[in-house]
């Protein structure tokens, strides 16, 4: 692997602050969430050394990130898209804690939505993309926080459960290269200056 892979999360939008599950419903950035993309444009320019492969996810949200962030995306695929929440979609972790107690995305089932292994088939298959192309350029991805999460933890060999361990906050960038070939996480969750 010769080049950096960089991922960027989607700036803020009304539900991400309400901390609602924004999967497939495709909302508007906030006007913070425009300022944080344009803010995370500029860490990505001190951060990047060439031209790059920039795919998207499709919603809305993630496409704005990237035109406000100075990134023309070559292609937006669903590979990037959210995690699907199903029938917890638009449906806030406390409020589905009154009927399943000590729920989380990353331990219990999600009615009508994906499971862990369907999001890392799909990061995992992202990924194999990814890596070919990092033989020729940088590569970057713009999309979610949820499926961000999992892509970094299917990275580094772990199981998709392990996102639970990384954070990714709006417009936040992580950069992943390698190590003498093995893959590395090389800077989590920068925030956008």
């Not at 860490?43 to 790059?52: C, E, I, M, N, V």
């Not at 699907?84 to 806030?92: H, I, P």
């Not at 999309?143 to 709006?170: E, I, K, M, N, Q």
Request: charged residues 20%; negative net charge.
């Amino acid at each position: 692997m010769n080049h950096e892979m960089f991922l960027l999360r989607h700036g803020q939008t009304e539900w991400s602050i309400k901390g609602r599950h924004t999967g497939r419903t495709d909302i508007p950035l906030t006007t913070a969430g425009e300022s944080q993309a344009r803010a995370a444009g500029l860490t990505l320019g001190s951060l990047r050394k060439g031209p790059a492969l920039v795919l998207s996810s499709p919603r809305q949200r993630a496409v704005r990130t990237a035109e406000l962030a100075g990134l023309v995306v070559d292609e937006t695929t669903e590979d990037l898209g959210e995690w699907d929440y199903g029938e917890y979609e638009g449906v806030t972790t406390p409020t589905i804690r009154e009927t399943v107690p000590d729920w989380t995305l990353w331990t219990h089932p999600v009615p009508g939505g994906e499971s862990p292994e369907q999001v890392a088939e799909r990061a995992d298959r992202l990924l194999a993309r990814v890596r070919t192309a990092l033989a020729e350029t940088e590569v970057v991805l713009v999309g979610h926080g949820h499926f961000g999460r999992v892509l970094l933890a299917r990275w580094v060999g772990l199981p998709a459960t392990a996102g639970v361990h990384f954070a990714l906050d709006p417009a936040g960038i992580s950069v992943l290269g390698d190590e003498r070939g093995e893959p590395q996480i090389q800077h989590l969750n920068i925030p956008p200056s």
